[in-house]
């Protein structure tokens, strides 16, 4: 055989598809390659649907009501999918980040701050249609396996997060379903998803005129580089001119005119409207933490939690204020506050633990470090468990945290390797 093929991976590869052959495309009736199967495709879809809205921001919990219209609307598109027996969820994440996603088995979210941007439930069924679109037609799977082919397998750590990082979590390794939500669409796959989704639209009796409306709205704002949609949507979702004239020939050929439920919509966005002026208190917070000026800082997420005192999300960013600024016991305070107004959050227990251990208190530092790692694992938590454990005297415990933080690149996983050697040299 030749040796160049082995050397480049050409074999492996066909070896790959030889055995699993081609499948059908569940939407387009195409056939496709088909590594992973349905079943694995809807394990993985359920196990990772919560870590990657964690790391997105979590769930809207101050407005449970706006989750159910969400889920209602996406329901209605999902029946008259092509594969309406998918277990499809929908959740609407606490992210002021313009984006909407979906992982594998219809796991699917949409953030407040692209529900902020919309005008009417039939732009919401547009946004939920083409993303059940991709759930769907398994275009995650898709390129889970285009990965695959490159290089088996991603096993890696999850995240990696600095001991002071004011933009939040930084990739590192591979969680996987964070991988998928956060990677870019390609052309075909987007067109794909347009073209079904107002089809669905149409048969779940909404005005397919508002995807062309959307596609409009996102190709101006690329061009005009608003950073926040640059940030969210259109990093996964690239807009272009085809896409408009192409969404714009098929409303055309299917015919306009449906629901847009407007007032409807303004109804059930009026507690996310009237708490807009906090989250953009806490945005400029952040902001301005980012650029040291604390004191700013403080005054703007003072106000965000005055306008809402029960939203953890502010507490932590104060309480990382008050970390930064050597105000440990303040930090403390605010931590735990987070901790109890949304105590599934993992980000919120990892700063409580961190902070915890900067005040000596260990078993408290612990106990949050282990629990926010089983929902979200970072390098930064496996670390400090590991001081922990050296601590108070329990080898093995720390040699096996340093060995899984060393896994990490960075500084995080050089001091964890210096440790590591410290302990087994």
Same mark, same amino acid.
């Given at each position: 055989?030749?040796?160049?093929?082995?050397?480049?991976? =050409?074999?492996?590869?066909?070896?790959?598809?030889?055995?699993?052959?081609?499948?059908?495309?569940?939407?387009?009736?195409?056939?496709?390659?088909?590594?992973?199967?349905?079943?694995?495709?809807?394990?993985?879809?359920?196990?990772?649907?919560?870590?990657?809205?964690?790391?997105?921001?979590?769930?809207?919990?101050?407005?449970?009501?706006?989750?159910?219209?969400?889920?209602?609307?996406?329901?209605?598109?999902?029946?008259?999918?092509?594969?309406?027996?998918?277990?499809?969820?929908?959740?609407?994440?606490?992210?002021?980040?313009?984006?909407?996603?979906?992982?594998?088995?219809?796991?699917?979210?949409?953030?407040?701050?692209?529900?902020?941007?919309?005008?009417?439930?039939?732009?919401?069924?547009?946004?939920?249609?083409?993303? =059940?679109?991709?759930?769907?037609?398994?275009?995650?799977?898709?390129?889970?396996?285009?990965?695959?082919?490159?290089?088996?397998?991603?096993?890696?750590?999850?995240?990696?997060?600095?001991?002071?990082?004011?933009?939040?979590?930084?990739?590192?390794?591979?969680?996987?379903?964070?991988?998928?939500?956060?990677?870019?669409?390609?052309?075909?796959?987007?067109?794909?998803?347009?073209?079904?989704? =107002?089809?669905?639209?149409?048969?779940?009796?909404?005005?397919?005129?508002?995807?062309?409306?959307?596609?409009?709205?996102?190709?101006?704002?690329?061009?005009?580089?608003?950073?926040?949609?640059?940030?969210?949507?259109?990093?996964?979702?690239?807009?272009?001119?085809?896409?408009?004239?192409?969404?714009?020939?098929?409303?055309?050929?299917?015919?306009?005119?449906?629901?847009?439920?407007?007032?409807?919509?303004?109804?059930?966005?009026?507690?996310?409207?009237?708490?807009?002026?906090?989250?953009?208190?806490?945005?400029?917070?952040?902001?301005?933490?980012?650029?040291?000026?604390?004191?700013?800082?403080?005054?703007?997420?003072?106000?965000?939690?005055?306008?809402?005192?029960?939203?953890?999300? $502010?507490?932590?960013?104060?309480?990382?204020?008050?970390?930064?600024?050597?105000?440990?016991?303040?930090?403390?305070?605010?931590?735990?506050?987070?901790?109890?107004?949304?105590?599934?959050? $993992?980000?919120?227990?990892?700063?409580?633990?961190?902070?915890?251990?900067?005040?000596?208190?260990?078993?408290?530092?612990?106990?949050?470090?282990?629990?926010?790692?089983?929902?979200?694992?970072?390098?930064?938590? $496996?670390?400090?468990?590991?001081?922990?454990?050296?601590?108070?005297?329990?080898?093995?415990?720390?040699?096996?945290?340093?060995?899984?933080?060393?896994?990490?690149?960075?500084?995080?996983?050089?001091?964890?390797?210096?440790?590591?050697?410290?302990?087994?040299?």
């Amino acid at each position: 055989m030749n040796q160049s093929v082995l050397k480049f991976g =050409i074999a492996p590869v066909a070896f790959a598809l030889a055995l699993s052959g081609c499948s059908v495309n569940p939407v387009t009736g195409e056939k496709q390659l088909s590594l992973i199967p349905e079943g694995q495709e809807l394990a993985m879809g359920a196990e990772q649907y919560t870590p990657t809205q964690q790391t997105q921001g979590g769930q809207f919990y101050l407005d449970p009501e706006l989750g159910l219209y969400v889920s209602e609307v996406g329901q209605k598109l999902a029946k008259v999918s092509a594969r309406p027996d998918l277990p499809y969820e929908f959740v609407v994440l606490n992210s002021s980040v313009p984006n909407a996603w979906a992982l594998p088995g219809g796991k699917i979210a949409i953030n407040r701050g692209l529900l902020a941007k919309l005008d009417d439930e039939a732009q919401l069924a547009s946004v939920l249609g083409h993303e =059940i679109v991709h759930a769907a037609a398994r275009h995650s799977v898709q390129r889970m396996q285009q990965g695959m082919l490159i290089s088996a397998g991603v096993a890696g750590l999850g995240f990696a997060l600095s001991d002071n990082e004011w933009a939040g979590l930084l990739m590192g390794g591979a969680a996987v379903g964070a991988q998928l939500a956060l990677a870019q669409y390609s052309q075909s796959d987007e067109l794909e998803s347009d073209h079904y989704g =107002i089809l669905y639209m149409k048969k779940a009796g909404y005005d397919p005129t508002a995807a062309v409306e959307l596609q409009q709205l996102f190709l101006e704002l690329s061009k005009d580089r608003d950073t926040n949609f640059v940030q969210g949507l259109f990093a996964t979702h690239p807009p272009s001119a085809k896409r408009v004239r192409e969404n714009q020939e098929l409303v055309a050929e299917v015919g306009a005119g449906g629901y847009r439920g407007e007032d409807v919509y303004e109804r059930k966005l009026a507690t996310l409207r009237k708490l807009q002026p906090a989250y953009d208190a806490h945005d400029k917070a952040l902001e301005l933490a980012s650029e040291d000026d604390m004191d700013g800082a403080l005054k703007a997420v003072n106000e965000a939690i005055r306008l809402a005192p029960g939203e953890a999300k $502010f507490y932590s960013l104060r309480g990382r204020i008050h970390r930064d600024q050597n105000r440990l016991e303040q930090a403390a305070a605010d931590f735990e506050k987070a901790v109890s107004l949304y105590p599934e959050m $993992f980000v919120y227990r990892l700063h409580n633990g961190l902070n915890a251990l900067e005040l000596n208190n260990l078993d408290k530092a612990r106990d949050n470090l282990v629990r926010a790692n089983q929902v979200v694992p970072t390098s930064i938590a $496996f670390l400090r468990l590991g001081d922990i454990a050296a601590k108070q005297g329990r080898r093995d415990e720390a040699i096996a945290y340093y060995s899984k933080a060393a896994e990490a690149g960075g500084d995080v996983g050089e001091e964890a390797r210096k440790k590591l050697e410290a302990l087994t040299g």
